[in-house]
């Protein structure tokens, strides 16, 4: 069977390896297809693809944009992109736009909050600016020691309800998925078990997502639970979605899950690559 990873993340946005050591890394784990997919930016694809050209792995260009749904921010991934596509580049560019702002403001509220110099000391973990994530500030506070790993920095300083965290608001569902949909790809909901939906919600957003052109739902992901592998995989063929798969993998250590642990999909669900590969 076909090992495929279609969620990861280069230095390009909020992971730590370049995109052609990411791609060495999945590939070392015995990925055969492979998606590249940073915050909304499409500049590490280029790279991402020649490396795993190079390693004779299949590539797949991704995405995955950031976007405000009921007043919840969710995650579109766009997969099988044309990265050149002008009006998905220019989308995602006013995505970036107020990264850098609200990067500021978190600064502000954690200096409030007894942590001086965030906004600073985050600035030393991203490369571009404009693509300051808050993954970058947990990995400042983790440096520091004012928490002992990434997630508990989100669950004391970053989430809503917390000092650092500042709300924002991203692209609309139906720009992600016509962004994806212009360019040639098929939009993917990235881990819907993470979301604070209820289940009326969750309906809610399946139906919208699915009369915009959505065609996906990722099912077995680094950033859900064991348990939620078949919840994902009933709800997928009861909408009619097909299903993705993949580690969202950040770094090395930092991972939920590495690319080597997590399980292949059920085998009730219709792959979202079965005619790509
Ligand atoms: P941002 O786009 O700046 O709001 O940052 C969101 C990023 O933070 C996600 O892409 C994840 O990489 C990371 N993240 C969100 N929640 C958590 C969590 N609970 N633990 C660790 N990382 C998280
Ligand atoms: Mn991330
Ligand atoms: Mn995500
Ligand atoms: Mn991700």
């Known amino acids: 069977m076909l090992k495929v990873d279609l969620h990861c993340h280069s230095n390009v946005s909020d992971g730590v390896l370049t995109p052609a050591a990411v791609a060495r890394h999945a590939r070392q784990a015995g990925v055969d297809a492979w998606a590249l997919t940073d915050h909304d930016e499409v500049g ?14 299949k590539f797949v260009a991704g995405v995955e944009i950031s976007i405000t749904w009921s007043g919840e921010t969710v995650h579109i991934v766009g997969l099988n992109i044309d990265e050149n596509d002008a009006a998905l580049v220019r989308g995602l560019a006013a995505t970036r736009e107020g990264r850098d702002a609200r990067g500021r403001e978190i600064g502000e509220q954690l200096a409030k909050a007894g942590i001086p110099g965030a906004y600073e000391g985050a600035l030393e973990f991203v490369d571009n600016p404009a693509l300051m994530s808050r993954t970058h500030f947990a990995r400042y506070l983790v440096q520091q020691g004012y928490c002992a790993n990434t997630p508990e920095v989100f669950r004391k300083y970053l989430s809503e309800g917390k000092p650092g965290y ?23 909901i990235a881990h819907p078990g993470r979301y604070r939906f209820s289940q009326l919600q969750q309906g809610v957003l399946f139906d919208q997502f699915k009369e915009l052109g959505g065609t996906a739902i990722e099912v077995v992901t680094g950033s859900h639970t064991p348990d939620q592998y078949p919840v994902y995989a009933q709800l997928a063929n009861a909408y009619g979605f097909l299903a993705s798969r993949g580690t969202d993998f950040h770094a090395p250590g930092e991972a939920r899950v590495d690319f080597a642990a997590l399980p292949p999909l059920p085998a009730s669900v219709t792959p979202v690559w079965h005619d790509w590969f």
């Open 44 to 57: 590490g694809i280029a790279a991402a693809r020649a490396a795993a050209a190079g390693l004779g792995m």
């Open 166 to 188: 500042v709300p924002h608001r991203w692209a609309s569902l139906e720009e992600a998925v016509g962004w994806i949909s212009g360019a040639g790809g098929v939009a993917v």
